[in-house]
């Protein structure tokens, strides 16, 4: 084994080290209360950042908020996370975010994501699968600038529009494709 292939596995056992103690073991020790409060902190700093996501909200059946996604990789990676879904005002389910990724990918960041839910038939998905992959199921629109430009309450027709916002940390790109979300139990 060359040098440098040690010196990459070592980093590599280094960061999965990281993420499955501390990183992960800190993201789901949330208590239901704090996560309560986290989701509606992050909708405040969404719909405040994004006029149109309020607006999507208003229409929404449900919504997903994940409020603090931790991701890390070099080479391979992963990320994880802990939301709700509510319906209207009513917490009804704990839901967990996670993704795992390779290719060419270093750092380490957080962001948060929420997913507004339009259609009877996604709200029904996500409630009846064990466990939602995006980008199976039904149609999720993640919305960026672009997307937003063109995009008003009044046009909305896919099952479910996701935000990604409050990003922090040192990591080119973000994408909730490939994510799985499950139930968890509080």
Known sequence: MTQSMRFFLSILLAIASLASTSVLNNAGAATAEDLNADSR?????LYK?????ESISHKAKAVLIF???????LV????YGEGELLEGKKVENYYNSVTGSWGLQAGAQSYGYVVFLMSDKALKYVR?????EIGVGPTVVVVDEGIAKNLSSSTLKDDAYAFIFDQEGLMAGVSIEGSKISLIKR
């Open 128 to 132: 009846e699968t064990k466990g939602w």
């Open 67 to 73: 409020p603090k996604i931790i991701k890390a990789g």
């Open 41 to 45: 902190q992050a909708l405040q700093i």
């Open 76 to 79: 391979f990676g992963g990320s």
């Open 49 to 53: 950042s994004s006029p149109l996501a």
